[in-house]
């Protein structure tokens, strides 16, 4: 199953409606292989809609990180057309790519934090980087996010003096303050408590609906999908076997998706 889904009613879609299908990220047949015989992705079309929030599930190793990595022009497919904001990303300039990628956030499964800096410069690096904003603004903007994702108090800790799920909410900050009109996370849970994963996935979801913008959730963890996700894919064997709506998803008769999604031991999915 693939290509364009309905927009949710009532969904926060943004105004840039850029891409042929009016979406901003487009993939179009996606095929890669990185020893030329197993096609990792192959043949991966989808069209991801913007405003909401769409994970990307499947088993461990089946392509989900690739396929993210495929979104923000890190890896080139063999074949096929990434089209991101209307543009086919691999037929544009580095810098015209490079461009493109500052309206991309993307957190990391650590937070991919800077080890000698705080959290609050930790926060303040992109703006630093990035703008010409003043010291004071950036105060305000960090400090804005900061709380939003109940930091306030850790500013002047180091990521190593803090807990993994503190990091990765530490590097959700980081990700907001550039405003990114689309937001990738490849397996926030990870690593976290159930109880952690469900108040990390409840941030996000808050987050989202306080700023919009389109999200990209990669994930094997079907308790967070079902917390987070406006549509679900199913990667599997190189293929998005499912592409829909989350609850269509969720009772999907089809025996790989219905398996995985109900985590069911009886099933195509074995141990290999
Ligand atoms: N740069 C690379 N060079 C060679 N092989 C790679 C590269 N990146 C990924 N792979 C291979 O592609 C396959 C898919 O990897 P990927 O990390 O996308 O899986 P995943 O679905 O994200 O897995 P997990 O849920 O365990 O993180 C794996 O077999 C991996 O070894």
Not at 23 to 32: G, W
Not at 95 to 112: I, M, N, P, S, T
Not at 134 to 142: G, H, L, T
Request: charged fraction near 25%; include cysteine; proline fraction near 4%.
């Amino acid at each position: 199953m693939s290509g364009s889904l309905p927009p949710l009613e009532g969904s926060n879609g943004n105004s840039r409606l850029e891409g042929s299908n009016g979406n901003s990220i487009e993939l179009t047949d996606i095929r890669k292989s990185f020893d030329g015989t197993t096609r990792v992705l192959d043949g991966i079309t989808a069209s991801i809609n913007d405003g909401a929030i769409t994970t990307i599930l499947g088993p461990s190793g089946t392509g989900k990180s690739v396929l993210l990595k495929h979104i923000v022009g890190l890896l080139e497919p063999d074949g096929g057309e990434v089209r991101v904001f209307g543009q086919d990303i691999w037929r544009i300039s580095l810098a015209e790519r490079y461009e493109l990628r500052k309206r991309f956030g993307v957190l990391f499964q650590d937070g991919a934090l800077f080890g000698s800096m705080d959290l609050y410069d930790n926060v303040a690096f992109p703006l630093r980087k990035h703008t010409d904003r003043s010291e004071s603004e950036i105060r305000e903007i960090v400090m804005n996010h900061m709380r939003e994702v109940g930091l306030e108090a850790a500013i002047g800790k180091a990521p190593n003096e803090i807990s993994g799920g503190m990091r990765k909410r530490a590097g959700l900050a980081r990700a907001l303050v550039m405003r990114p009109d689309v937001l990738l996370f490849d397996e926030p849970d990870s690593g976290l408590d159930p109880v952690r994963t469900k108040l990390l996935c409840e941030l996000i979801t808050q987050v989202h609906k306080e700023h919009g913008g389109t999200y990209i959730v990669i994930t094997h963890d079907i308790a967070s999908a079902r917390t987070l996700s406006d549509y679900v894919g199913v990667l599997w064997q190189g293929k998005l076997v499912e592409y829909s709506e989350a609850q269509e998803a969720f009772d999907s008769e089809d025996p790989f998706v219905h398996q995985f999604l109900s985590g069911d031991a009886v099933g195509p999915l074995g141990m290999d």
